[in-house]
């Protein structure tokens, strides 16, 4: 579903992904774990758009991501070929970013209605049952402000899935939140992972990466170092740096 | 010096029956579109388009490096020339709402600099149209922080208005100064403009402060 052809990212001189390979298969649940600079979230933000690759090529879903092909030469992709390429995949980010000038309930409606053209009472609908299927049918007519850090970001799960994505991206969803908070977030996460959706997590919950991955990998300096079922890695992990890494955080 | 309080009840009915009701007109109409003209600077400044950014920065820095009394005097007595011909009191709004639109435009940049990085990147993440994102993301979160330095603004901008007495506008000034020359009497109605002014500014801050407040309050 999702391939990485010898990626790399460069801002400047800082070399941040290095001719990196990586893909995932549809309805696998990809955990990316790595010391801080490793490029994890770089792997989700060019997923997103959110930057541009420097070299290499991303695929998703049998789509090029990055480049469109002008004749015979690969050219780097417009806004307008990302934005359909993209429209298949959700983000969940660290720091929630719901619109804290919309009720939960318009969060999770605006773009529905502004990209998929659904109208107000079909996107309030699956907005509401979206609602309750994280658990938070009550907070419709809440702003964010009002809510705890928890219950925004399964309101951020609930806004990205209304846009029906084939993939979802987890940039460390639990990590701005206070350790009471996480288990909500993760059980919401795990729901989503049985229901069969294709994800990538960047987290640093490894008993969650445990219980739930069907591939854990784990980067440094901007490549993969180890891959494999998180079991194994993180039982018995077969590199130096792997070892190095998690003896710190386990 | 003497003041006369005879005199100054006589011609207290002048300056506030008609100049303070041009001193109001003239600073609410520019005050509009300073607030209007500024965010529109404020979005072109952030266009794509290289050459806008130049012209609008280019725009800005002259307006705000020459004086506002050359402006009026721009706007009053060459447009006609080339065929534009205003009366004094729309002449007055647009010239004094154009330049300190040049003010207000850094104030909307800052307050849209201010709106976190985050919300760009989950519009985008959710496919947003661009506009959209403008519209219902950025500007509603950017506007309420800016509107007491908007405020404040306005209220530099009311006591600004009295230049228009060259180019013929009877504001609060204007009129006390009429009345004035009227009786060779300059004392009274003078004073009676400043202290207008006075209050005026001094309840607008009021108003300022408490809007503040209130946006400090929701933030």
């Known amino acids: 579903?999702?391939?990485?052809?010898?990626?790399?990212?460069?801002?400047g001189d800082n070399v941040v992904l290095d001719e990196l390979n990586f893909s995932v298969r549809p309805g696998e649940f990809v955990t990316l774990i790595g010391p801080s600079g490793s490029g994890k979230t770089t792997i989700l933000r060019l997923l997103m758009t959110l930057e541009q690759v420097s070299g290499g090529q991303i695929w998703v879903g049998g789509e090029c991501l990055s480049h469109t092909k002008r004749g015979e030469t690969w050219v780097p992709a417009d806004d307008k070929h990302q934005?359909?390429?993209r429209k298949r995949i959700g983000m969940v980010f660290q720091q929630f970013n719901l619109f804290p000038n919309m009720k939960v309930l318009q969060n999770i409606t605006e773009a529905p209605m502004r990209v998929k053209n659904q109208n107000k009472s079909e996107a309030t609908a699956a907005a509401e049952a979206l609602l309750d299927r994280v658990g938070l049918a009550d907070k419709a007519k809440a702003y964010p402000a009002q809510l705890s850090g928890g219950q925004q970001q399964r309101v951020a799960i609930a806004r990205a899935l209304a846009m029906q994505p084939k993939l979802m991206l987890f940039d460390e969803p639990t990590s701005a939140l206070d350790p009471e908070l996480v288990g909500e977030v993760l059980d919401v996460m795990k729901q989503l992972a049985r229901d069969g959706m294709t994800m990538i997590v960047v987290t640093h919950e490894m008993g969650f990466a445990r219980e739930v991955a069907d591939q854990l990998v784990f980067m440094d300096a901007g490549a993969v170092v180890e891959t494999g079922n998180p079991w194994d890695v993180l039982s018995n992990p077969q590199h130096e740096r792997t070892k190095a890494f998690l003896s710190k955080v386990l | 010096m003497n003041?006369?309080?005879?005199?100054?009840?006589?011609?207290?009915p002048g300056i506030v029956g008609q100049g303070l009701l041009v001193t109001l007109e003239v600073t609410v109409f520019a005050s509009l579109v300073a607030y209007v003209l500024g965010?529109?600077?404020a979005l072109l400044r952030r266009s794509p388009f290289a050459v806008v950014r130049w012209i609008v920065w280019g725009f800005i820095e002259f307006v705000r490096s020459t004086p506002l009394i050359v402006q009026v005097f721009f706007m009053f007595f060459v447009l006609p020339n080339v065929g534009i011909t205003l009366d004094p009191i729309p002449t007055g709004v647009l010239t004094i709402?154009?330049?300190?639109?040049?003010?207000?435009?850094e104030v909307y940049r800052a307050g849209i600099e201010a709106v976190p990085k985050g919300q760009w990147e989950a519009a985008t993440a959710l496919s947003l149209p661009r506009g959209r994102t403008w519209v219902a993301v950025i500007l509603p979160q950017a506007i309420p922080r800016v509107l007491p330095a908007l405020g404040n603004y306005s209220i530099s901008l009311l006591?600004?208005?009295p230049i228009l007495l060259t180019i013929g506008v009877l504001d609060i000034v204007g009129a006390a100064y009429q009345e004035g020359s009227a009786a060779f009497r300059y004392v009274e109605p003078i004073t009676i403009a400043g202290v207008l002014f006075l209050i005026l500014s001094y309840t607008s801050s009021l108003l300022v402060r408490r809007l503040e407040r209130r946006v400090a309050r929701s933030n």
């Open chain 2, 159 to 161: 006591k600004e208005t």
């Open chain 1, 83 to 85: 934005r359909v390429v």
């Open chain 2, 97 to 105: 709402g154009l330049h300190y639109a040049t003010y207000t435009a």
């Open chain 2, 3 to 12: 003041w006369n309080w005879d005199y100054a009840w006589e011609v207290l």
């Open chain 2, 39 to 41: 965010l529109v600077l």
């Open chain 1, 1 to 11: 579903m999702i391939q990485f052809d010898a990626v790399d990212k460069r801002f």
